[in-house]
C-alpha cells in the first residue's frame, strides 16, 4: 500500500531533487484516474524556512517530524553529506522505519538513510561523487557505485539527481502497478522504466600511483594502449621479476595490469565516441582492443551502454550515428 507519503527536508536541501519527489507523489492527478497521495513536506520545525541549494531560494515545510508518523514512505532528498544531523530529525525517521514505512533517498539523501542505521549490512547506492565518502562513513554498508538505484524492499536508495526518478517510479510500479507508473511518466515526459542495474555515466578518473616507483610505466602505458602489452614485457621494462611487477602495481594502483589497461582504454574509446566521427574498427585499433567485438565487449562491461548507444547521447559529432 502506498498513499501517505512524507519527504523530509534538512539544510541545504536541493531543488531538483525535492522537485523529483514532488512530481510523483504530490501532484493531484486524479483528474485522470490516477491516486491522489495524501503528501506531506517535512521538517525539524514546521513553518520555518528552510535553505537551499540553490541561492536566493527557501522552502517552508507545512508540517514537523510529526508528518512522518503514520507514513508509508518516506522520501529524502539530497542534502549536505555530513553524520552531523539533528538527532531528532534521525530519530523520526527511524520511528518511520521501524513503524513500517519504506525509506527512499535521492541522490545524497543516503547519508541521512545512513545516520539513522538503515545501511548496516543492506545494499544501496549513491551519485557516484559520493560513494567514497559513503563507504568511509558506513562501512557496515555495501555500496554499489555503478547502478541507477537499489531496491531492498523497505529500503530504495538511488543515485544522482534524475536517477530518482526512475527510483521513484519503480517503486509506484511495485506498490501500485505498471499502469499507473506509466501514465505518471508519460505526464512527465520521461521514460517509463529505466532498470536500476543500468549503469550511472560515471566519470572515471585514471588511476594515480601512490609512489613514483611505476609512474614512468603508467605514463608509457597511457601513451601506448595501442600495443599490445604482456605482464612479462612490462615487468622487464620496470626491471622487476613478472611477481614483483604484479605485485607492486597492485599495491601502488589498487588493481591488477589488466584491469588497469582495460579501463584506461575504455576511458580512450569514451573520448573518441564523444570527439571524432571514427568508426568502431578505427577506434578498436588505436585503443588497443585489436576488434570492434571485443571492444563493444568491454565497453558495455565497463560503462554499461553499447558503443552506438553512448555516442548517440554524448558524441558532439554532427555524423556520428552513422559513423559507427
Not at 549536505?80 to 527511524?94: F, K, L, N, S
Request: glycine share 8%; aromatic share 6%.
Amino acid at each position: 500500500m502506498l498513499s501517505k507519503v512524507a519527504t523530509v527536508l534538512v539544510e541545504p536541501a536541493t531543488m531538483f531533487e525535492l522537485g523529483v519527489v514532488c512530481e510523483v507523489f504530490g501532484l493531484d492527478r486524479t483528474d485522470v484516474g490516477l491516486p491522489a497521495f495524501d503528501f506531506r513536506v517535512c521538517g525539524q520545525y514546521p513553518g520555518v524556512p528552510l535553505n537551499m541549494s540553490t541561492p536566493g531560494i527557501k522552502v517552508t515545510p507545512e508540517f514537523g517530524l510529526d508528518g512522518l508518523r503514520g507514513a508509508d514512505l518516506v522520501a529524502i532528498p539530497a542534502s549536505h553529506t555530513t553524520r552531523d544531523y539533528a538527532p531528532e530529525v534521525v530519530e523520526a525517521i527511524r520511528d518511520a522505519y521501524d513503524a513500517g514505512a519504506t525509506v527512499l533517498t535521492v541522490c545524497s539523501g543516503t547519508f541521512l538513510a545512513g545516520a539513522a542505521g538503515l545501511l548496516d549490512n543492506r545494499k544501496c547506492t549513491t551519485h557516484w561523487r559520493y560513494v567514497d565518502a559513503l563507504a568511509a562513513q558506513f562501512p557496515l554498508a555495501t555500496i554499489d557505485p555503478d547502478v541507477l538505484f537499489v531496491d531492498e524492499g523497505n529500503l530504495i536508495t538511488s543515485a544522482g539527481t534524475a536517477a530518482g526518478i526512475d527510483a521513484c517510479l519503480h517503486l509506484v510500479r511495485r506498490e501500485l502497478g505498471s499502469s499507473v507508473a506509466n501514465a505518471i511518466a508519460r505526464r512527465m515526459v520521461v521514460p517509463p522504466q529505466r532498470d536500476g542495474g543500468q549503469r550511472q555515466f560515471i566519470e572515471r578518473p585514471v588511476v594515480e600511483c601512490r609512489s613514483d616507483s611505476l609512474s614512468s610505466i603508467l605514463d608509457w602505458l597511457t601513451d601506448n594502449l595501442a600495443e599490445a602489452h604482456t605482464i612479462e614485457d612490462l615487468s622487464a621494462r620496470a626491471a622487476m621479476s613478472t611477481r614483483t611487477f604484479a605485485r607492486k602495481f597492485a599495491a601502488e594502483t589498487g588493481t591488477t595490469p589488466v584491469k588497469w589497461l582495460t579501463n584506461q582504454r575504455v576511458l580512450l574509446a569514451k573520448q573518441l565516441l564523444e570527439e571524432t566521427d571514427l568508426g568502431l574498427e578505427s577506434i578498436s585499433s588505436r585503443c588497443g582492443f585489436g576488434s570492434s567485438a571485443l571492444l563493444r565487449h568491454h565497453f558495455n562491461r565497463v560503462v554499461g551502454l553499447a558503443p552506438v548507444d553512448y555516442r548517440r547521447r554524448f558524441g558532439c559529432m554532427t555524423t556520428q550515428v552513422g559513423s559507427v
